[in-house]
């Protein structure tokens, strides 16, 4: 989930602790100009995170649905002479 430079977002200050590694590696990325500041690089870290979490979130969801129940629920919408479609 990647926020448009153009959108008009507000930010907030927060204070966090890190792993000394992992600064190192983000500061290392912002010498680079991977990324413009340390701010930026951990606030694209934590959005990708975020989306991710929410994609799993919904995979879980997902496989717990049982493919013939779907298909029997879905058919009672289906006009009868149509056929559902092989998987």
């Known amino acids: 989930m990647r926020i448009c430079d153009t959108e008009r977002v507000s930010t907030v200050r927060v204070a966090i602790s890190i ?8 500061d290392r990325l912002v010498r680079a100009r991977v990324y413009p500041s340390r701010s930026k ?15 799993t979130r919904l995979l879980d969801e997902s496989r717990k649905l049982k493919p013939k129940d779907e298909q029997a629920d879905a058919e009672e919408w ?10």
């Open 78 to 87: 289906l006009p009868s002479e149509e056929e559902w479609p092989a998987f």
């Open 19 to 26: 792993d000394e590694r992992l600064l190192r590696e983000v």
């Open 41 to 55: 690089a951990i606030q694209d870290s934590v959005a990708d995170k975020l989306a991710r979490l929410k994609k």
